[in-house]
């Protein structure tokens, strides 16, 4: 079974960026997540490898931007203006469903395949 490995995460100055990476061959959706100790894991922003349409939590827009670039099979999140309250470990996460009904795709159940996250630390 194919492993999801991200790359990317470290320590960032408020209002710094940050870009972290995933590789994957699977079609469908992939998303990011990101949680918090004690908290629900929460989505972060999602893609259709189909047709690269793309969604993001509210926290996320303008802020980040998923990119997937099916040529090289990678994912990325692209992470602008930084907070504090930034500070989670991102996971990646993929789901072989055809179709995403609402906003489904943003909720970790939609996803079958997860990584093992990466830590990023955004400092004040």
């Known amino acids: 079974q194919e492993q999801l490995v991200e790359s990317g995460g470290g320590i960032v100055q408020t209002g710094g960026s940050m870009t972290l990476s995933c590789r994957s061959s699977r079609s469908g959706y992939m998303a990011w997540f990101r949680q918090t100790p004690g908290q629900e894991r929460e989505g972060v922003a999602a893609i259709a490898t189909s047709n690269l349409a793309t969604g993001y939590a509210d926290f996320a827009k303008g802020r980040f931007t998923i990119i997937r670039d099916n040529a090289r099979r990678t994912l990325r999140l692209q992470m602008n203006n930084l907070v504090p309250e930034d500070t989670a470990i991102y996971y990646c996460?993929?789901?072989?469903?055809?179709?995403?009904?609402?906003?489904?795709?943003?909720?970790?159940?939609?996803?079958?395949?997860w990584g093992q996250g990466t830590q990023v630390t955004v400092s004040s």
């Open positions: 996460a993929t789901s072989s469903r055809a179709f995403s009904i609402g906003g489904e795709w943003l909720t970790p159940s939609f996803y079958d395949h």
